[in-house]
């Protein structure tokens, strides 16, 4: 495609995000000493003063507080508006979607997008709602010779939810569905910024935090999002309710909260977590990371008791909500996460033990439990796997293991994955991009900074209480200090994630919106600015509180100063979309063949025949079940060297009427040799690729030609089974006869016979398609990408004007 709890009020917090209780005086970093705070009832859930964070900022008056509240709230929305108007903008000038056909919208809707928007169009035309879901529940067009549960197998309630609300809302006089339905994503990355600002604010203390991260997000918008081209893919839903989860878990676990103001995050927790997990399939593996998360913090004491149990139980309510709402899909009860909390809960209520000895005693016990949780949670989940037959996600185990070496490489699935650069590892040019923003800059600091910090709160925890040297540090006036457990769990969030990142470019967005946050905190919170006025013998809170307004202040107007042009010329700059090719097929599919009939092809370019056509498929994007990894990996042997016959059977055996080949996947050039389609076919099929290089010895010559090549010639063996019924510069479409031609009946009559229908219709097709004449490879060089091909898909720029 082209594209022309209620506690005890901080009144001795260190300025180094630590919590020193045992004391109503607190000593200011000048040495001087302030008076005990007097506990007040009303907490902000905000910080204390609602700006500043640090034992020696001066109380803010009510007034003040309301003042900054609103100021705070009032440019948390501003930003969140500018990040969704950014991403339509961007979205319209890409694409000029206003001035489009409705199928060329809907060819926008590249690859598996396309796929979940069909059945939001579905939804809509539909008679009523209840037969709109009969028809999700008992779907028989996604996967052709199966009636499957879509709400079970896919992520797709937000689609429903969406149609259902457009037919009950009084907008279809004033907004296209199309529009309601892009609309809704980009709201909700507004509510992404404004989960972000709040974290930031949380941590920090200051609104300033929450303002710099907004920014910051705006600014890095290549590595934070890509809703602006992959409206629905599911990511693109999910994370703004996961960003707000976190949101929730740190207001949680803040010191300051009462018992009802907990209550309120815990219920804010559990629904975040079940739209998060109702809305992407891969969301066991992120709540594993979180949950790795809360079981590093509570083996080193750093969470009591309650707030653990009430972490896995929220995650642990949220997966089983998902699972009700799903028909009780496997793929949950089978995951990870859920077997790894019910070991660590188990191990732990066994353990009673865990938090007592010496240092080494301690560390031994810690080492052991872990091993214990892993085993355990390992042997749950096999035995629920065993018990499920549940293959789902085998895929993921088999991409895992091949990209660290600890597995097969030549496996189809795996070598989808690995052969995709957004799966491949984090590239350097967005490390570049992020500290050319000065995102990186304060980021590195503040985590090793914090991580250090942490080391040295994990060592006392670990240490024996009451010991003699803990008993003189008391008598001395001395004070134990307590790292903040918000800042450990965001700290840790952001360290796992981060290296969740490095190792899958995809993954990368999962980070990079958390880290505003965090490097955002390391600017305004009071951490590094202590460490630094320390060394410098200057710190004072005079001095502190003005770097704290300064620093962040300055670093908003040079980035506003560097960025705003850029920006501004990005959003004006305007293109179009153009892809005649694939127009030309769906128009033809749409009126020139059966509403029931099937097609095999790419996964990519039938997901977009669903939403355009409605046509049935064969195999379709949404790869977590192990048969239609099966199918898949079987229609795509058009690709492959094998026999007519051979192809011929298996696509009979899915049901297909119509093969759509691609030049595009045919003869690819995008990736290199060893991950072209064809050569990964190749491979798993034992045969030796294309082209020089070297081969594993193992392989063998295929005895037959390359199949979507070799059909192209009009062979006999071929139009005896094959009619070609379409075709333009980038598709070719065949049409399944009904009966095949048996090698006894192949006279010289019928030889004779074919080949005059052959002529007739080279003749045929010659004069609706001149280009026809050119030869394969010509056609290849010259075409115009599909968005549903495995190529990119290009731009041309193209002034509306």
């Known amino acids: 495609m082209e594209v022309r709890k209620r506690a005890k009020v901080n009144q001795a917090g260190s300025s180094l995000g630590i919590l020193l209780p045992g004391s109503s005086l607190e000593r200011c970093n000048s040495g001087k000493r302030t008076e005990p705070a007097r506990i007040r009832e009303g907490v902000s859930l905000l910080g204390q003063s609602g700006s500043f964070s640090g034992s020696c900022l001066p109380r803010q008056w009510p007034w003040q507080r309301c003042v900054s509240m609103a100021a705070g709230l009032f440019l948390a929305v501003l930003l969140a508006v500018t990040q969704a108007w950014c991403v339509n903008a961007i979205h319209e000038n890409l694409l000029w979607f206003s001035q489009l056909t409705e ?36 779907d028989n067009l996604t996967e052709s010779k199966r009636t499957i ?5 896919m992520n797709i309630y937000q689609e429903v939810f969406l149609s259902v609300l457009y037919r009950l809302l009084p907008l279809q006089a004033y907004l296209e569905p199309v529009y309601f339905y892009i609309y809704t994503v980009f709201s909700l990355q507004a509510v992404y910024v404004i989960a972000l600002y709040l974290t930031a604010w949380l941590l920090a203390g200051s609104w300033l935090a929450g303002l710099l991260t907004g920014v910051w997000y705006i600014l890095n918008r290549v590595d934070t999002t890509r809703v602006e081209f992959t409206i629905s893919l599911r990511e693109n839903w999910s994370l703004p309710f996961f960003a707000l989860q ?3 878990v740190t207001c949680y676990l803040r010191p300051q909260l009462s018992a009802l103001q907990q209550k309120v995050m815990v219920w804010l927790m559990y629904v975040t977590t079940c739209c998060f997990c109702l809305t992407w399939q891969f969301n066991q593996f992120i709540l594993l990371v979180q949950a790795l998360i809360v079981y590093i913090l509570d083996i080193v004491d750093l969470l009591t008791t309650t707030q653990v149990t009430t972490l896995y139980l929220v995650q642990v309510s949220g997966l089983l909500s998902v699972w009700l709402l799903q028909f009780c899909n496997s793929m949950i009860l089978g995951s990870l996460v859920l077997s790894f909390i019910v070991a660590a809960l188990f191990i732990r209520h066994c353990q009673s033990a865990l938090k007592t000895g010496g240092l080494l005693v301690r560390l031994a016990k810690v080492l052991l439990h872990s091993i214990l949780v892993l085993l355990l949670a390992f042997i749950i989940n096999s035995l629920t796997k065993k018990a499920l037959q549940l293959r789902s996600d085998e895929h993921i185990f088999k991409f895992i293991k091949s990209k660290f070496a600890l597995g097969p490489t030549r496996d189809f699935d795996a070598s989808l ?15 570049e991009r992020l500290a050319g923003t000065l995102l990186l800059y304060p980021y590195v600091p503040t985590v090793l900074l914090l991580s250090g910090m942490l080391a040295v709160a994990v060592l006392h925890n670990l240490r024996p209480k009451g010991g003699w040297e803990e008993e003189k540090r008391a008598a001395a006036g001395g004070q134990v200090e307590t790292f903040r457990p918000d800042v450990a769990y965001n700290l840790l969030h ?3 994630y981060g290296l969740l990142a490095f190792s899958t470019m995809r993954m990368k967005y999962i980070w990079t919106g958390h880290m505003c946050a965090v490097a955002a905190y390391g600017v305004c919170g009071t951490d590094l600015w202590t460490l630094l006025l320390k060394a410098l013998r200057c710190n004072t809170k005079v001095l502190l509180r003005f770097i704290r307004y300064a620093v962040p202040v300055l670093m908003i107007g040079w980035l506003y100063y560097k960025f705003w042009p850029k920006l501004m010329e990005e959003l004006s700059e305007l293109r179009e979309f153009y892809d005649p090719d694939t127009v030309e097929l769906m128009t033809w599919i749409s009126t020139k063949t059966p509403k029931q009939a099937v097609f095999a092809g790419s996964m990519q370019l039938l997901a977009g025949i669903k939403l355009c056509t409605g ?9 977590e079940d192990k048969d239609l990894r099966e199918r898949t990996r079987q229609v795509y042997q058009v690709y492959a060297r094998r026999s007519p016959e051979e192809v011929y059977d298996i696509l009979r055996a899915v049901g297909a009427d119509y093969v759509v080949l691609e030049n595009s996947i045919c003869y690819e050039r995008r990736h290199r040799r060893g991950c072209r389609l064809r050569d990964l076919l190749d491979l798993a099929n034992g045969h030796i690729m294309d082209g020089p290089g070297e081969n594993e010895p193992d392989l063998v010559p295929a005895s037959h030609p390359r199949f979507c090549e070799a059909i192209k010639t009009d062979a006999t063996a071929y139009t005896g089974l094959f009619t070609r019924t379409f075709q333009n510069k980038t598709f070719y479409v065949y049409r399944l006869k009904k009966k095949r031609l048996h090698p006894e009946h192949n006279t010289k009559e019928t030889v004779r016979g074919s080949e005059d229908r052959q002529g007739d219709m080279k003749r045929k097709a010659t004069q609706s398609f001149p280009s026809q004449a050119q030869s394969a490879e010509e056609k290849t ?5 599909s968005p549903y091909s495995l190529t990119g898909n290009q731009m041309q720029d193209n002034n509306k004007n």
């Not at 549960?149 to 197998?153: A, E, P, S, T």
């Open 103 to 138: 199928v060329e919208r809907e060819i926008s809707f590249r690859t598996e997008c396309g796929l979940y928007y069909s059945y939001y169009k579905q939804m809509l035309q539909a008679t009523s709602i209840q037969e709109g879901l009969s028809e999700l529940i008992r």
């Open 149 to 153: 549960n879509l709400l079970q197998r």
């Open 246 to 248: 976190v949101t929730a």
């Open 417 to 431: 994955y690995l052969c995709e650069e957004a799966f491949g590892l984090l590239p350097l040019d967005t490390v």
């Open 494 to 496: 952001s360290v796992l």
């Open 615 to 623: 046509r049935v498929l064969t195999n379709h994007p949404h790869y």
């Open 781 to 785: 060089i010259q075409t115009s990408q």
